[in-house]
């Protein structure tokens, strides 16, 4: 049996702190999905990056060219084998397919359009029909495809989602 221990870290704050209790938690668990990571490059930030590649750990990152908030990582223990990284066009999605002892497991780090939670979800999708919440709830349709897309391909899978208010 393969147990996962997943945590999930909002970089808002200082992140050198952040590389010191990522380095701290990375001993104990299987991968961490960080959300705001800022602007950032495929692989992650450098602070970070060189702080978990001493140690063999991967990191990959995504995220938006228009919206730094808008930004996600997964950084995954050496333990494991990297098979597939997923990255969809908006900067939202970042999956990393990931193998051990026979199994094949896909994580995802997703975010998800600040206060869709407050829009709600559409009960008929309408493309003539473009109301103050329109766009956000596009946008949220089209993470939710790219998921179901992603997903179809992989037996096991687990998905981190983040929705930001305001």
């Not at 063999?56 to 084998?81: L, P, Q």
């Not at 969809?88 to 997703?110: C, E, F, R, W, Y």
């Amino acid at each position: 049996m393969t147990v996962f221990c997943v945590h999930s870290h909002n970089l808002r704050g200082s992140l050198k702190s952040t590389a010191d209790w990522t380095m701290e938690t990375m001993a104990s668990c299987e991968c961490t999905a960080l959300l705001h990571v800022g602007p950032t490059g495929p692989e992650g930030q450098s602070i970070l990056k060189s702080r978990l590649e001493e140690d063999g750990h991967f990191i990959c990152a995504n995220c938006s060219n228009h919206n730094k908030s808008r930004s996600v990582m997964i950084i995954v223990h050496k333990s494991w084998r990297i098979d597939q990284v997923y990255r969809d066009p908006s900067g939202s999605l970042v999956g990393v397919v990931m193998s051990k002892h026979g199994l094949q497991i896909l994580l995802i780090s997703a975010y998800l359009p600040t206060n869709l939670d407050m829009c709600g979800v559409t009960l008929v999708w309408d493309l003539e029909a473009k109301d103050r919440n329109y766009d956000t709830q596009e946008e949220a349709h089209t993470i939710y495809s790219c998921l179901r897309e992603w997903t179809s391909r992989h037996t096991y899978w687990l998905i981190g989602l983040w929705i930001v208010s305001e």
